[in-house]
């Protein structure tokens, strides 16, 4: 059985397929930017009992790596990574723009768009679709100003939370559906090897942030 | 029966504790410690003098798994052999805390083995458990770090604790590494501090104030602490020498501060447990590794018919065992896991014990 899950948006997402056709058994999507850690295991353990399996039946596991909001990002990739070793199964990283950019069912290229916050999007720049139905990632990702990229994705549909955001800064004229990742799509993506696959690792795209502390301040009366 | 046979009745524990920025991942069997795995991201944070949460939270996934993997090797275990996954749910660093839950919750998941999200408080003061056995029945613990100064009463660990005082300001930890910075001392402060005291130091070069110690101040805060005085004392001390062109005895003045820090500690901690009619006092936290706190803990504990247990240094800072420590504890004690919806709770109160 193949666990597939994204953590990478305000939703938690999470699907069990078929490791081979891709079909799926169970999902669920939850959108609470704030409760991912609470929300995603027992998600996770009420897809297994759905499907009527426990963890001892999974295959492969699938998880989006990003780019998204750090703290809910690694609350999925940690989940898979631990949950992989002691299983003793692969873990299948997928960048999080390429699952919403294979929710789009447009024939046309497209961009992908979501909420960076701190007024920025993580954004990317895909192909139309093959005849299985991948997409090839042309630019991205990438974390910027909407006003700075407006220029590269104008006249193309944009998909994600960041289109209906920002849709005037973004110049949108069409805004695709889908504003989250789903774990369907990626679960289904991963079987068939329409989804490309990397490593389990974050795509920060930041630094962290770091308050540099100064010379000790004086202390002695003015 | 032969202790082996013992043993193997007890339940095998693995604890996760990701609060500051140590991953640690310890595995006990009962009151045994089998593997204690560390990996400190605290190189990365000593150039900014303080420990950088984002930082920290990004190193905990990247050790997570690793360390796992090393505490199953040295303890000679596989994870499949496991009773039960403990993990630190609070109080600490919330993105960090997250890690170590989110990490427990998998292994959980994928073992089909209860959970317990235990206090990081508690998990300091149950590591004793591994050095000297069964908690007395009825102890103070006094708990001194970068992150917490406090005094509890502690009748059962596994009930709960009861907070009798704490730092006003800064904790016990903190003004080491800030002392140790006036002094030009690496972070964290603590064992420089303690080094260059012990390296010829003075104790009474300077008397530095004792905060909280004055009888109006106890009438309010009889058992809480105070040490921003002490480290705003000590910087304007070196602050005037370096002004008027006078070196810094850095030894003297190390040594000096250690001992009014010392001082308050053993003090209230002494009052603390006369308060309570006990006769233990527990020392935990990174700065029980001090070796004047320990001496003079050891002193005037004794002095006053109090028994003092302090683990050994590497157990009184972070690390895994603490809370793989304290679960076994709560198996042991049959208390009830915690559900897999388990938050991380960064303020989590200390009177809770485990995460229900
Ligand atoms: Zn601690």
């Not at chain 2, 524990?13 to 595995?27: F, K, N």
């Amino acid at each position: 059985m193949l666990l597939a899950f994204d953590t990478s948006s305000a939703a938690v997402t999470v699907a069990l397929a078929d490791p081979l056709s891709g079909e799926i058994v169970a999902s669920s999507t939850t959108v609470d930017a704030l409760r991912h850690g609470e929300l995603l295991a027992p998600a996770i353990a009420a897809a297994l009992e759905t499907a009527g399996c426990t963890a001892g039946d999974l295959t492969r596991i699938a998880v989006g790596v990003g780019p998204g909001p750090f703290t809910g990002l690694r609350v999925g990739l940690v989940t898979a990574r631990t949950m992989a070793d002691v299983l003793g199964i692969e873990v299948a990283g997928v960048c999080s723009l390429d699952i919403l950019a294979r929710q789009s069912s447009l024939t046309l290229p497209v961009a992908v768009a979501t909420d960076a916050r701190r007024k920025e999007i993580y954004w990317a720049l895909y192909d139309g679709p093959a005849a299985d139905g991948s997409r090839r990632r042309l630019e991205g990702p990438a974390v910027d100003r909407p006003a700075e990229v407006a220029h590269v994705l104008s006249g193309l549909p944009v998909i994600g939370r960041g289109a209906v955001l920002y849709a005037e800064a973004l110049g949108v004229t069409e805004v695709d559906v889908a504003e989250y990742p789903s774990a369907e799509v990626l679960a289904t993506g991963v079987a068939t090897g329409t989804l490309d696959v990397v490593e389990p690792d974050p795509l920060y795209l930041r630094r962290p942030d770091v308050t540099m502390s100064a010379r000790p301040k004086s202390v002695l009366p003015k | 029966m032969s202790s082996n046979a013992v043993m193997a009745n007890e339940p095998l524990i693995l604890g996760i504790e990701t609060s500051c920025d140590e991953t640690g991942v310890g595995i006990v069997r009962g009151q045994t410690l089998l593997a204690d795995a560390i990996a400190s991201s605290v190189e990365e944070h000593a150039r900014f003098g303080g420990v950088v949460p984002e930082v920290a939270s990004r190193a905990h996934l990247e050790a997570m798994v690793p360390t796992i993997r090393r505490a199953c090797e040295t303890a000679g275990i596989k994870p499949t052999d496991v009773d039960a996954v403990a993990v630190t749910s609070g109080p600490g660093l919330a993105g960090a805390l997250l890690v170590g839950v989110a990490a427990a919750k998998g292994l959980a998941l994928s073992l089909d083995k209860p959970l317990y999200g235990v206090n990081h408080l508690a998990a300091h003061v149950a590591v004793d458990t591994l050095e000297h056995g069964d908690l007395p029945k009825g102890c103070v613990a006094m708990l001194v770090s970068g992150g917490h100064s406090s005094l509890l009463a502690v009748e059962d660990i596994t009930e709960g604790v009861l907070p009798m005082g704490s730092t006003i300001d800064d904790a016990a930890g903190e003004a080491f590494d800030k002392v140790a910075r006036v002094l030009g001392l690496p972070f964290p402060g603590g064992p420089y501090v303690d080094k260059a005291a012990r390296d010829g130091g003075d104790r009474l070069y300077v008397t530095f104030p004792r905060g909280l110690t004055s009888q109006r101040d106890l009438e309010r805060h009889r058992f809480d602490f105070s040490f921003s005085g002490l480290k705003t004392a000590v910087a304007r001390w070196v602050e005037a020498r370096r002004r008027d062109g006078e070196d810094v005895p850095v030894n003297h003045v190390a040594a000096a501060f250690q001992e009014a820090v010392c001082d308050v500690l053993t003090r209230k901690a002494i009052d603390a447990c006369k308060d309570r009619g006990f006769e233990h006092l527990l020392i935990g936290g990174g700065v029980a590794a001090n070796s004047r706190l320990r001496v003079m803990a050891e002193e005037r504990c004794s002095a006053a018919g109090i028994a003092v247990r302090v683990p050994r240094p590497g157990l009184c800072t972070d690390n895994g065992a603490m809370v793989a420590a304290l679960g076994s504890e709560l198996v042991r004690a049959g208390k009830a896991p915690s559900p897999l919806g388990l938050p991380a709770d960064s303020s989590m109160p200390i009177t809770e014990v485990l995460n229900k």
